[in-house]
């Protein structure tokens, strides 16, 4: 295999792949972008190199046809292949097939993502490594009297969540056990429809956490080191909405606990390329694994702000076999970044997904502002795929300033022709709780609740 990347394909569509061609162009590497029959005008299609179309608007037929991608990239002559997030990119069966077909896939082994990609084996491994994980089932729990048994057993409340799980799907949070049998079936039948998988683990429900996720970079040859971390904790139906760097509600000795353990884990597992390990904090500062994401982050823009690196361009150098041109000591967090994404959703209609044309755009700019999008005047939005049109990611001196600049863009960000969530983005840059810094992953449900 090479070790010089000349051309990549992008495995993806959106805002990730006109996220990744950005760099490839700036690296003056040439980029493929693949396409679905509906996403022929799209703009990753626009301002890659070279585009093919992999097949029809469904996305198993066509971002998810496996044997179709290599294709692109055998024909188009590319050696190597980035995944983006989604889609294929923790399928370890995918990351085989390139190494089969002697295609740089830009990611972990597909050993390690197998490993990683099951939550049960991961927190298993993290355990062998004496890292806390949070407590429940030793696997999949089959039965509702099983269910009952291991609740009483970890105490309530406890969350049951789908083995195939992503996106919050499936998952249930079980206060006491008359909640238990209905919410069990409900959350399998989720998982069922929404996976093709219904089965279920249990663990103990942590109750009022921050989610709080360590960037880690790896090379082949070893070297790990982290670029701090990001509180992911704003989310809605278990799925983030708002995330910044660093997280400045945690203290600096459960940070440095969590950087220890990170690249602790990163190096048992034999970890490359880049990665995250996600933690839950408790109120009472005791932390817990969750889970090891193997690709890159929808999030990565805001730590990419406030360290000065450009994570997919390392995700390619290191790809290519270089070390990492970064030591711990190198790695400076400066100022505050935050993140919200733009979705094509009515926030005040339960947050139904809403599409079509966009008629009117204006997207923010000015000192602070970088905007990661796909979306231009005249876009049809299509019903087929993820409703994330952008991502706003504003930086400060200090987290004060980030959320005044981020709270002057979203007034900027000028969408018309679909709904989206920018007043809703809105109404957290302005609310008490979070411009203090006061809140958990409860924090938006609780003020849905609260405020209707
Ligand atoms: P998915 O893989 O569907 O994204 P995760 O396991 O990453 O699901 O969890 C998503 C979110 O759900 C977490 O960020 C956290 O807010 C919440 N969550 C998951 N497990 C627990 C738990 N045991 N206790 C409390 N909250 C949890």
Avoid: W
């Amino acid at each position: 295999m090479p070790n010089k990347i000349k051309k990549v394909l992008i495995a993806n569509r959106g805002e990730i792949a006109v996220r990744i061609i950005r760099s490839l162009k700036d690296m003056g590497i040439k980029s493929v972008a693949v396409f679905s029959e509906v996403d022929r005008e799209s703009l990753h299609t626009r301002i890659a190199d070279e585009c093919i179309c992999v097949g029809p608007k469904n996305a198993k037929e066509s971002y998810l046809n496996k044997i179709q991608i290599i294709n692109a990239a055998i024909v188009t002559g590319a050696d190597a292949i980035h995944p983006g997030f989604g889609f294929l990119a923790e399928d370890p069966e995918f990351a085989k097939l390139c190494e089969i077909y002697n295609i740089k896939f830009i990611g972990p082994s597909s050993k390690v993502i197998g490993l990683m990609g099951n939550k049960d084996v991961s927190k298993k491994m993290m355990q062998s490594i004496d890292i806390p994980v949070v407590p429940g089932s030793d696997g999949i729990v089959e039965t509702v009297a099983l269910a009952k048994e291991i609740s009483r057993k970890i105490g309530y409340p406890v969350i049951v969540k789908a083995r195939s799980g992503g996106g919050g799907k499936g998952m249930r949070i079980i206060n006491s056990e008359d909640e238990l049998e209905n919410s069990f079936k409900a959350a399998k039948k989720e998982a069922e429809n929404a996976f093709g998988d219904g089965a279920l683990y249990i663990e103990k429900y942590i109750v009022k956490p921050r989610h709080i996720e360590v960037q880690i970079l790896a090379d082949e040859f070893g070297n790990v080191i982290h670029l701090g971390a990001r509180d992911c904790s704003i989310q809605m139906n278990h799925q983030k909405v708002i995330e910044e760097a660093p997280p400045t509600a945690i203290s600096k000795e459960i940070m440095d606990k969590l950087y220890e353990i990170s690249i602790k884990a990163a190096k048992y597992v034999g970890y490359s390329n880049v990665g995250t390990i996600e933690y839950l904090v408790s109120e009472n500062n005791e932390v817990f694994f969750m889970e090891m994401n193997t690709r890159i982050q929808v999030e990565h823009p805001v730590t990419e702000m406030v360290t000065g690196i450009d994570i997919v361009k390392e995700q390619i150098n290191i790809a290519s076999k270089k070390k990492l041109s970064y030591k711990q000591d190198d790695i400076k967090i400066e100022g505050c970044a935050i993140e919200c994404r733009i979705n094509a959703y009515d926030s005040d209609r339960n947050f139904i997904p809403s599409v079509g044309k966009i008629d009117c755009l204006n997207i923010p700019g000015g000192y602070g502002v970088r905007v990661d999008s796909s979306i231009y005047q005249g876009y049809d939005i299509s019903p087929f795929y993820d409703s994330m049109l952008a991502k706003v990611i504003c930086f400060g001196k200090t987290r004060e300033e980030a959320i005044n600049i981020m709270d002057r863009a979203l007034d900027e960000f000028i969408v018309e022709g679909v709904k989206t969530n920018i007043k809703f983005n809105k109404m957290i840059m302005n609310d008490i709780d979070y411009i203090q810094n006061n809140y958990s992953t409860s924090f938006l449900e609780d003020k849905v609740r609260r405020e209707g």
